[in-house]
């Protein structure tokens, strides 16, 4: 890790906390230095079995000794936890906070963490459970670029990250990686169903599939091409590819999908204003 190992407190051991420490200690990150709160008996020991961490029952346990508390909560009861940690520990003690939780916007953030001058926003997605995630990250300017290097090495730990400019930013990456793991999985949902009507098993058509929609995301990442140059290099003139797009096309599959993106980024804006 290019800063430097740093005491770490995951509020929260769920999926994606449980993700990250895993991709962290499967990179060498130590397990000693990573302390977990969950009210769950059964988190707790999944992950100290899983990974080594420290794990405790109480938030406050956790966050005492960490230099970087990682909020992975749900959005829901993000702030309460914050209010109950910020009375136990006396204040934020100028710690960085990393918050993965989704819709909470950093003006809460200041808020339910005192005026904390080191938060910094993430957004990972489902993939970072098999360490291909794409995660957005936003920081306020006055984040020291030391603490934006480290919380950046925390998610590289499960794939790639993309710093944006602004908050807006944010709700954008949750339309445009965030909820799109299940975009991808609707279209592959639908093509399963054809293809098992045209009589293979569910199991074969599955392969098909997800084979395919693999290696079209590694041409893809592989290929330095603009994704409408590698769509006409498989689309012969008058062949199969070609009927199949034209039929996209004549169902608006453009502007179905720009209207779904814009849909997300309504609701993240929504909860925004929720929260
Ligand atoms: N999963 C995703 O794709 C994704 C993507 C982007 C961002 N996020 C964000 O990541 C955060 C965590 O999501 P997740 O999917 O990992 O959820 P999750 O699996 O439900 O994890 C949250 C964990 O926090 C625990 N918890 C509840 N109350 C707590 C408290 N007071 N103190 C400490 N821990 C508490 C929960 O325990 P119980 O289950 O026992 O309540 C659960 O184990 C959310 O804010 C979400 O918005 C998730």
New binding site residues.
């Given amino acids: 890790m290019r800063n430097g190992y740093k005491t770490l407190a995951f509020?929260?051991?769920?999926?994606?906390?449980?993700?990250i420490i895993g991709g962290l200690v499967q990179r060498g990150y130590p397990a000693t230095l990573i302390h977990v709160?969950?009210?769950?008996d059964l988190?707790r020991q999944r992950l100290a079995d899983q990974f080594g961490v420290h794990v405790h029952d109480t938030?406050q346990d956790a966050a005492t000794a960490a230099e970087v508390v990682v909020?992975?909560?749900?959005?829901q009861?993000?702030a309460?936890?914050c209010q109950?940690l910020m009375a136990e520990l006396q204040g934020h003690g100028d710690r960085i906070y990393l918050?993965?939780?989704?819709?909470?916007s950093l003006a809460s953030l200041k808020i339910y963490l005192q005026g904390s001058p080191r938060i910094i926003r993430?957004?990972?997605?489902?993939p970072?459970?098999v360490g291909m995630g794409m995660t957005g990250l936003y920081a306020s300017p006055g984040v020291k670029e030391s603490d934006k290097l480290f919380c950046q090495a925390l998610l590289e730990a499960v794939g790639k990250v993309l710093w944006v400019a602004d908050e807006a930013g944010i709700n954008t990456v949750?339309a445009a990686a965030?909820s799109a793991?299940a975009y991808f999985f609707l279209l592959m949902e639908a093509m399963q169903q054809s293809t098992v009507a045209m009589g293979l098993s569910e199991e074969d058509a599955r392969l098909l599939i997800a084979q395919t929609a693999a290696g079209a995301a590694q041409m893809a990442l592989e290929r330095d091409l603009p994704f409408a140059t590698m769509r006409e290099q498989v689309t012969s003139k008058g062949g199969t590819t070609a009927a199949a797009l034209a039929v996209f096309q004549q169902h608006g599959f453009g502007s179905t999908v720009d209207a779904a993106m814009q849909a997300a980024i309504a609701r993240a804006e929504e909860m925004a204003r929720e929260f």
Avoid: R
């Fill in positions: 509020i929260g051991g769920g999926n994606m906390a449980g993700a709160s969950d009210p769950s988190a938030n909020l992975a909560v749900k959005p009861v993000l309460e936890v109950t918050s993965i939780a989704a819709g909470i993430a957004m990972p997605n489902t970072a459970l949750i965030g793991p």
